[in-house]
C-alpha cells in the first residue's frame, strides 16, 4: 500500500475475506533496478439492454454488471493490450472461468461471448467504452426534509484504452479500492 502511494495511486485495501479481495492477487514485483506493481483487474462489463446511464448521482455497480478478474498485469502495459491479450484473445470457455459475478438470468455459459458480441444498435460491434469511477463530494440536501450536507457521487470518467496502466491509476480522485476496476459499455455514456 505504501508503494502504491508512493506512486501517486490512492489505494484502498480490505480483509482478504471479502469476495472481491479473496480475488486479488495484485503484488509487488522487484528485479535489480526497480520495483513495480503487478495488478489484478476487474472489468464491470455494463448492461447492454439499459438504454440509457444515469451517471450523475448513480454508483455504476447498481447496474450489477458482469464481472471478470484478470491477473498479472503489468502497470507499465496499455489498457487495449490488456483488453486483447487477457480476455478478447481468449477461448470462450476461457473467458467464462475469469467472470466472479454473473447478474441473475445470465446464460450458463458464452457469458462473455454474448456480451462481446451482443449487437447495439447505432454501434461498431467491435467498439467498447472504458471509464473509471472517481468520487465526488458537493453540498446539497440529504433528504426531503431540506437537511444539507455532504454528497458522495461517483462519477465515470472515460479512459482511453492507449494509455498505460499506471497513468488511469493516478486520475484524480480516482480511489483504487483493492484492485484497478474498469467499467467497459458497448455505448458511451452520458
Not at 502511494?5 to 484502498?12: Q, V
Not at 470518467?157 to 493516478?170: G, M
Amino acid at each position: 500500500m505504501k508503494f502504491a502511494s508512493e506512486n501517486g495511486i490512492a489505494l484502498r485495501l480490505a480483509s482478504p475475506l471479502l469476495s472481491r479481495s479473496s480475488t486479488n492477487r495484485s503484488r509487488v514485483v522487484a528485479n535489480d533496478k526497480e520495483r513495480r506493481i503487478t495488478w489484478s483487474v476487474e472489468f464491470n462489463f455494463l448492461p447492454i439492454s439499459r438504454s440509457q446511464y444515469t451517471t450523475c448521482n448513480d454508483n455504476l455497480a447498481r447496474l450489477k454488471p458482469l464481472r471478470l478478474v484478470v491477473h498479472d498485469c503489468d502497470e507499465s502495459a496499455r489498457l487495449v493490450t490488456i483488453w486483447n491479450e487477457k480476455v478478447i484473445q481468449l477461448q470462450s470457455s476461457e473467458q467464462d472461468a475469469l467472470v466472479t459475478y454473473a447478474p441473475p438470468g445470465s446464460p450458463p455459459f458464452g457469458l462473455v461471448t454474448s456480451w462481446l458480441y451482443a449487437k447495439v444498435k447505432g454501434q461498431n460491434t467491435a467498439q467498447h467504452f472504458f471509464y473509471v469511477q472517481v468520487e465526488h463530494f458537493e453540498a446539497g440536501n440529504l433528504n426531503t426534509g431540506g437537511k444539507l450536507g455532504v454528497i458522495r457521487k461517483f462519477v465515470p470518467v472515460e479512459v482511453f484504452p492507449t494509455n498505460k496502466l499506471s497513468h488511469i491509476l493516478i486520475t484524480p480522485r480516482l480511489i483504487v479500492h483493492e484492485m484497478p476496476t474498469f467499467w467497459v459499455s458497448r455505448k458511451p455514456l452520458g
